[in-house]
C-alpha cells in the first residue's frame, strides 16, 4: 500500500468521512491559500468531463498548486497505442499527484497501484466517482448539519446511475433511511437492496413520485431519466414526465429539506424550483471544489489547519 | 453394474473424481494437463449413484500444490481428490475456493481495464458457497456459470 489514493468511496470510512468534510467546511471559508505552493499537479482526462476537470483545477489553482494534463485523450499519447501503465509511470514521475477520468472501469485502480504518486479516481467509466459522493456528501453535511439518522429520497434512475449508487454506498456509515422511486424499468438494483438489508438500513421503493415520498425527506436527490437508457421507448414515453420535480410539489415538505441533483439538469427539476431556497444543486457543484481541495490535501499529507 | 472399475487403476499420482461433466475440461485447462508428459486418463459421461453422470481425471506420478488444485473449485466445487500411492488412497482432499483468484480467468466486462491492457485480473470470491466473485478493478459480479478461464 503506502501510496495513499482515492478510488471508491468504500476507501473512506465514517471517521475518513467527517475529516474530509470538516476540512472542507473550512476550505469553503477560506478557498485561497497556499497550501500547494510549488506542487504539480496532473489531471489526465482521457474522456472529456469540462465540468469535472475546472472543479479540480480550479481547487488547485486557488491553492498556488500548478496544473500539467490533458482534457481529451485525443491529445494524449494514448491514440499512439501507449500503456495506461506506461502514461501513469511517466507522469508520476513529473507530478505529485495524479487525478484521473478514464472511460474503462477498473482503470483507477489500476493506475492507483502503480503510481507512485497519489492517485485521485475523477470517474472510471460507469464504476465509481468518489469526489462527487464527498461533495454529495459535504452538501447534505452543510445543510443538515449531520450526516446521521437522515431520510433521503432518491428519484430518477436508480439502476444504471453511478452517483445514486456510490450515495447509497458513501451514507451507509450513518443510519439513513432511502426512499427509492423509480420506473419500473429503472428500479434500484437487487445488490443495493441487498446491501441496504445487510446493513440494517430501512427503505422503501416508489413507482410514482408521490407526496409521502418528498414530504418524509430531509434530503430529496433528484436525477436525470436518461431516454438512452431504456429498451421500450414507449416506457419512456410513459415515465418521462412522471419524475419532475416542480415547485408546487414542495409546499409540504419538511423545512430543512434541500433538493440535491449531479448536475448536468435537463427537465427533472423545473426551473420554477430554481428560486425556492430548498433548491440547493447550485451550491452543491460549487461545494464540488472545497470538498477537491480537501481531499487533495488529504492525500498529499498537507495539514490545512 | 456391480463394483467394476470404469477408468483404469493408479499406481501413483492423483485421481479427481466427481467433476461434473460439463467442467471436466475446463479442469483440464485450469491444471495445464495439455503441458505434462505424464500418463492421464480422461474418463467423462460415466455412471455415478451421487451425480447421474460424471467425468474423472487420473493423473499418474504427478501430486499437484495445493493452490494449483484449488484453482479447480473455479468450475468444480464438489470434486474429489485422491491421492494414491501403490494403487491406495493414501489422502482425501476437499478443493477450497481461495479469497482470491489471480490470473486464471478474465472479466465478464468488455470496457474493464483488464481486458484493455496487458495486465494481470484479480477477483475477489464474495461467496464461496455459491461461487461468486468480483473483479478486483472494475467491480463487476461474476457467477460460477458465467466464470471465462484465460
Do not use: W
Not at chain 1, 496544473?67 to 507530478?95: C, P, Q, R
Not at chain 1, 434500484?188 to 446493513?199: A, E, V
Not at chain 2, 467423462?44 to 499418474?60: D, P, R, T
Not at chain 2, 482432499?93 to 481461495?98: C, Q
Amino acid at each position: 500500500m503506502g501510496i495513499k489514493s482515492l478510488v471508491n468511496i468504500g476507501d473512506y470510512n465514517r471517521d475518513d468521512i467527517y475529516r474530509i468534510l470538516k476540512s472542507a467546511s473550512r476550505f469553503k471559508q477560506n478557498p485561497d491559500r497556499d497550501l500547494l505552493q510549488g506542487k504539480v499537479c496532473a489531471t489526465l482526462f482521457f474522456e472529456p468531463s469540462t465540468r469535472t476537470r475546472l472543479s479540480f483545477e480550479t481547487a488547485v489553482n486557488r491553492l498556488r498548486g500548478r496544473i500539467v494534463g490533458f482534457s481529451d485523450a485525443a491529445t494524449s499519447s494514448s491514440t499512439k497505442g501507449e500503456s495506461l501503465k506506461d502514461t501513469i509511470m511517466m507522469v508520476g514521475n513529473y507530478a505529485d499527484l495524479i487525478i484521473m477520468r478514464h472511460h474503462l472501469e477498473g482503470s483507477a485502480r489500476y493506475a492507483s497501484e502503480i503510481s507512485p504518486v497519489p492517485v485521485i479516481n475523477a470517474g472510471d467509466g460507469s464504476n465509481q466517482h468518489p469526489t462527487q459522493t464527498m461533495l454529495d456528501l459535504f452538501t447534505i453535511y452543510e445543510t443538515q448539519g449531520t450526516l446521521d439518522n437522515l431520510t433521503i429520497t432518491i428519484v430518477g434512475d436508480l439502476k444504471y446511475g453511478r452517483a445514486v449508487h456510490s450515495l447509497i454506498d458513501g451514507l451507509s456509515h450513518f443510519s439513513p433511511t432511502f426512499n427509492f422511486v423509480a420506473p419500473e424499468e429503472l428500479h434500484i438494483p437487487d445488490k443495493y437492496k441487498t446491501f441496504c438489508d445487510n446493513k440494517q438500513i430501512p427503505y422503501k421503493e416508489f413507482t410514482e413520485f408521490s407526496p409521502e415520498a418528498i414530504n418524509s425527506a430531509d434530503i430529496l436527490y433528484m436525477t436525470r431519466v436518461q431516454k438512452e437508457r431504456f429498451t421500450d421507448l414507449m416506457e419512456y414515453e410513459k415515465v418521462k414526465n412522471i419524475y419532475i420535480l416542480y415547485n408546487h410539489m414542495l409546499d409540504d415538505s419538511k423545512e430543512n429539506l434541500k433538493v440535491l441533483h449531479p448536475l448536468p439538469r435537463v427537465k427533472e427539476i423545473d426551473q420554477d424550483v430554481d428560486e425556492n431556497p430548498k433548491a440547493y444543486y447550485f451550491e452543491q457543484a460549487k461545494n464540488g471544489m472545497y470538498t477537491r481541495q480537501a481531499i487533495i490535501c488529504d492525500l498529499m499529507g498537507i495539514s490545512e489547519k | 453394474m456391480g463394483k467394476e472399475l470404469q477408468v483404469a487403476a493408479l499406481e501413483n499420482g492423483t485421481a479427481i473424481d466427481h467433476i461434473p461433466g460439463d467442467a471436466v475440461f475446463k479442469v483440464v485447462s485450469l491444471l495445464q494437463l495439455q503441458k505434462l508428459n505424464n500418463r492421464i486418463t480422461i474418463g467423462n459421461n460415466l455412471k455415478s449413484n451421487k451425480m447421474g453422470s460424471k467425468g474423472i481425471i487420473k493423473v499418474a506420478d504427478k501430486f499437484f500444490r495445493e493452490d494449483e488444485l484449488n484453482r479447480i473449485a473455479l468450475v468444480a466445487p464438489n470434486v474429489n481428490l485422491n491421492i494414491i500411492r501403490n494403487f491406495e488412497v493414501v489422502e482425501k482432499k476437499k478443493v477450497v475456493l481461495p479469497d482470491e483468484i489471480v490470473e486464471i480467468m478474465k472479466c465478464n466486462n468488455p470496457k474493464c481495464i483488464t481486458n484493455n491492457e496487458p495486465m494481470k485480473t484479480r477477483f475477489h470470491v464474495t461467496d464461496k458457497e455459491k461461487v461468486e466473485l468480483q473483479c478486483h478493478y472494475c467491480e463487476v459480479k461474476i457467477k460460477k456459470e458465467e466464470v471465462v478461464l484465460l
